[in-house]
């Protein structure tokens, strides 16, 4: 059965770091981009960022320069490395992964859009408070 796992989340203060992890089962991770979502409480889902098969990121401006995704194809794992957490940064983190096998792929990846998605983690839950 095809899924991802997702786990890392937790209690931070503010200005502390956590990292959450995504792990694939089941299928090749190393195929796929992945594209990191979170939804506060009483808002919408958003994307917060990717990562493409090439390792190329691309983040939204409220998280860049302290967020950071990385992957780990060897262990069909990606990561979101979260540090300088804010309160605003509080709610439940989903990674989603997108299949991009063509070579003229390797470098896409996108979050602006959660349809397209092929797989997606349950969600870890990040809650930034003092």
């Known amino acids: 059965q095809r899924h991802l796992v997702d786990s890392g989340g937790g209690l931070v203060q503010p200005g502390g770091s956590l990292r959450l992890s995504c792990r694939s089962s089941?299928?090749?991770?190393?195929?796929?981009?992945v594209s990191w979502f979170r939804q506060a409480p009483g808002k919408e889902r958003e994307g917060i960022g990717c990562i493409s098969r090439s390792g190329r990121q691309s983040y939204v401006d409220s998280v860049n320069g302290r967020f950071t995704i990385s992957r780990a194809n060897a262990e069909n794992t990606a990561y979101l490395q979260m540090n300088n957490l804010k309160p605003e940064d509080t709610g439940v983190y989903y990674c989603?992964?997108?299949?991009?096998?063509?070579?003229?792929?390797?470098?896409?990846?996108?979050?602006?859009?959660?349809?397209?998605?092929?797989?997606w983690g349950k969600g870890s839950l990040v809650t930034v408070s003092a």
């Open positions: 089941g299928f090749n991770l190393a195929y796929h981009a």
């Open positions: 989603a992964a997108r299949l991009r096998e063509g070579f003229n792929e390797l470098h896409l990846c996108d979050y602006k859009y959660d349809a397209g998605m092929d797989y």
